[in-house]
């Protein structure tokens, strides 16, 4: 995608939720934690940058959070969109289950998948039944949705 181009950030409700319980633990535990070990002269410099990451970190959730709004299915139930939780079966045989979500909601589980990468655009607006061709860095594969779940 290009640097340039602006992904309108929208969150599943789930996203949404964990996205807030991180920001919530990043700033009601994890920085509380860090508080004691900032200040005296045993302070350690690594505690410090930390605690800064987590400051930034936290801004940008909390920037997020208030900016983005709450994904609504309303696209085409038998297609693949953002949001929707798809089942692919894999070139090795294997199966899993992957959801095409806005790139800031993509780490917050192993099943969520940026729309920006490869097998999001792949996916999207496909079918269950259909066989898309991913072109990765790594080389091209294809997959075949088996199901799509809203």
Do not use: N, Y
Request: with cysteine; glycine share 6%; hydrophobic share 40%.
């Amino acid at each position: 995608m290009d640097a340039r181009t602006r992904i309108p950030t929208v969150l599943t409700d789930e996203g949404r939720r964990l996205l807030t319980e991180r920001l919530h633990d990043i700033k009601d535990r994890r920085m509380v934690d860090l508080q004691p070990h900032l200040i005296g002269p045993e302070r350690d410099e690594r505690d410090v940058a930390l605690f800064e990451t987590l400051l930034v970190e936290a801004a940008d959730l909390e920037g997020l959070l208030a900016e983005a709004d709450t994904l609504e299915l309303t696209e085409d139930p038998d297609e693949v969109c953002l949001g929707a939780r798809v089942r692919i079966s894999m070139p090795d045989g294997s199966s899993e289950w992957v959801r095409p979500v806005h790139p800031a909601e993509a780490s917050v589980d192993s099943e969520r998948i940026s729309i920006d990468s490869p097998l999001a655009r792949a996916l999207s607006g496909a079918s269950a039944g259909d066989v898309v061709l991913v072109s990765a860095p790594t080389g091209d594969w294809k997959c075949r949705i088996e199901a799509i779940e809203r």
